[in-house]
């Protein structure tokens, strides 16, 4: 069972990395900054309650 865990955490962490890139390219082009942090934000205590 804690390799599921682990695995399924690790694809999340992946993830997650994977937008935190995205969101430094598209930081620069938006111009409510603080909207898309908050966003960014929402999405990671998600994850941290699914994980």
Known sequence: ????VS???R???KELLFYLRKYR???SRFTHKNDLGWIISQ?????????
Not at 1 to 4: S, V
């Open 43 to 51: 999405i990671v205590e998600e994850l941290k309650s699914d994980v």
């Open 11 to 13: 694809k999340l962490e």
């Open 7 to 9: 695995k399924e955490r």
């Open 25 to 27: 390219f598209f930081q």
């Open 1 to 4: 069972m804690k390799q599921y």
